[in-house]
């Protein structure tokens, strides 16, 4: 099984910043894709963002130019800065490992951005 923990959720104004961190259990970290997804109230689940293990992004459109996936081999761990935040925001954050055709998923931590 795959370990994910998230943490450094809260409440925040619009406009502001915040860091999600995502450490993660297990070998194989460095050559794994990591992702970080979100669910709103009555919405799905969507991905905002990948990180490969080489360092390629990509983004959900609406995120693009505010929030940035980042990933510390060394710390097994990755990020999700999040900056000029917006009420559109707010939903659980998860952790994603993508690895053998499957995906796994941490218990979230809930991001509120407040108008």
């Known amino acids: 099984q795959v370990q994910l923990v998230e943490s450094g959720g809260g409440l925040v104004q619009a406009g502001g910043s915040l860091r999600l961190s995502c450490a993660a259990s297990?070998?194989?970290?460095?050559?794994?894709?990591m992702g970080w997804g979100r669910q709103a109230p009555g919405k799905q689940r969507e991905l905002v963002a990948t990180?490969?293990?080489?360092?390629?992004?990509n983004y959900l459109d609406s995120v693009k130019g505010r929030l940035t996936i980042s990933r510390d081999n060394a710390k097994n761990t990755v990020y999700l800065q999040m900056n000029s935040l917006q009420p559109d925001d707010t939903a659980v954050y998860y952790c994603?490992?993508?690895?053998?055709?499957?995906?796994?998923w941490g218990q979230g931590t809930q991001v509120t951005v407040s108008s």
């Open positions: 990180i490969t293990s080489g360092g390629s992004t």
């Open positions: 994603a490992s993508f690895r053998a055709g499957k995906s796994y």
């Open positions: 297990g070998s194989g970290f460095s050559i794994t894709t």
